[in-house]
């Protein structure tokens, strides 16, 4: 497992995993980059705990999985069955596969967002579970701006943002990225960072889009998905950046002291009220 390759920053690990710093502050963050068999479950889920055991030896304090990683992100399959989706969807407190990620949470003293897909009375949500080092959920997002082929799913209705003892998260999970509102209310409620599980695009002009949303909103960015995992800081810097085709995992530091307020400050809320409409 090589991690972090392609960048000669934190994610290198030169030092063999010693580089957190006792600032709570200093978040060390893993990206896992696997492509989930569809339909597969169990063999999802061995995949998670092989690679979160692995990030638990280099410190991982918050473990992030793509999009629906659970079910493989099925509604892409062509041959999609509406009846077999819903076989595959989890009650948030009655799922064994939960359950087990809630005690990899323990047992890997890690934060955990978690993709998969929800049950809940009305159908089925898209959904991204924050999960502390103690196994007790603490932020439960569901993605609310869909394309034609997430239609099997229900929009979620909130950007919450998810307070930790590292600092304020926010989630976005894929296509919610494309709307620079999304950002900038995660922002505004007091988002530092800003973790995106995806499992779409994953091209060239996608990573200009993220380095946009973390400089205009001087935030950091985490983009995971199964094919590349990449943080952006508050300037719009890639800061690092796993790609390829191979199973793996981004590791890398993230200050959350570290503050840029070049622009915001400056805002004029009054001239925006047509973006409101």
Same mark, same amino acid.
């Given at each position: 497992?090589?991690?972090?390759?392609?960048?000669?920053?934190?994610?290198?690990?030169?030092?063999?995993?010693?580089?957190?710093?006792?600032?709570?502050?200093?978040?060390?963050?893993?990206?896992?980059?696997?492509?989930?068999?569809?339909?597969?479950?169990?063999?999802?889920?061995?995949?998670?705990?092989?690679?979160?055991?692995?990030?638990?030896?280099?410190?991982?304090?918050? *473990?992030?999985?793509?999009?629906?990683?659970?079910?493989?992100?099925?509604?892409?399959?062509?041959?999609?069955?509406?009846?077999?989706?819903?076989?595959?969807?989890?009650?948030? %407190?009655?799922?064994?596969?939960?359950?087990?990620?809630?005690?990899?949470? !323990?047992?890997?003293?890690?934060?955990?967002?978690?993709?998969?897909?929800?049950? !809940?009375?009305?159908?089925?949500?898209?959904?991204?579970?924050?999960?502390?080092?103690?196994?007790?959920?603490?932020?439960?997002?569901?993605?609310? %701006?869909?394309?034609?082929?997430?239609?099997?799913?229900?929009?979620?209705?909130?950007?919450?943002? *998810?307070?930790?003892?590292?600092?304020?998260?926010?989630?976005?999970?894929?296509?919610?990225?494309?709307?620079?509102?999304? !950002?900038?209310?995660?922002?505004?409620?007091?988002?530092?960072?800003?973790?995106?599980?995806?499992?779409?695009?994953? %091209?060239?002009?996608?990573?200009?889009?993220?380095?946009?949303?973390?400089?205009?909103?001087?935030?950091?960015?985490? *983009?995971? %998905?199964?094919?590349?995992? *990449?943080?952006?800081?508050?300037?719009?810097?890639?800061?690092?950046?796993?790609?390829?085709?191979?199973?793996?995992?981004?590791?890398?530091?993230?200050?959350?002291? !570290?503050?840029?307020?070049?622009?915001?400050?400056?805002?004029?809320?009054?001239?925006?009220?047509?973006?409101?409409?």
């Amino acid at each position: 497992m090589e991690w972090g390759k392609g960048y000669p920053l934190a994610a290198q690990m030169a030092d063999g995993g010693k580089m957190m710093r006792a600032d709570d502050r200093n978040m060390r963050i893993g990206l896992l980059k696997h492509v989930p068999q569809r339909w597969n479950l169990d063999e999802n889920m061995a995949r998670f705990d092989k690679y979160i055991s692995l990030a638990a030896q280099k410190e991982v304090k918050l *473990f992030v999985t793509c999009e629906c990683y659970l079910d493989g992100y099925c509604v892409m399959d062509k041959d999609l069955d509406r009846e077999r989706l819903v076989s595959v969807s989890q009650d948030l %407190h009655a799922s064994p596969y939960l359950n087990r990620v809630r005690e990899a949470a !323990v047992k890997n003293r890690a934060h955990i967002i978690f993709g998969f897909s929800l049950r !809940v009375k009305a159908g089925i949500q898209n959904a991204a579970l924050l999960i502390n080092d103690n196994g007790q959920d603490i932020g439960l997002y569901c993605k609310t %701006h869909l394309y034609a082929h997430d239609l099997n799913y229900m929009p979620g209705d909130d950007l919450p943002v *998810f307070k930790t003892k590292f600092g304020m998260i926010g989630i976005a999970i894929c296509a919610d990225r494309r709307w620079p509102e999304t !950002v900038r209310t995660l922002k505004l409620k007091g988002a530092e960072i800003i973790i995106i599980p995806s499992y779409g695009m994953w %091209h060239q002009e996608n990573e200009w889009w993220m380095r946009t949303r973390a400089y205009e909103n001087e935030l950091y960015l985490a *983009f995971a %998905h199964p094919r590349v995992g *990449f943080i952006c800081g508050p300037t719009g810097d890639i800061e690092a950046k796993l790609v390829g085709n191979v199973p793996d995992c981004l590791v890398h530091d993230v200050d959350l002291s !570290v503050k840029v307020n070049e622009m915001l400050p400056y805002r004029r809320p009054e001239l925006y009220k047509a973006i409101c409409g």
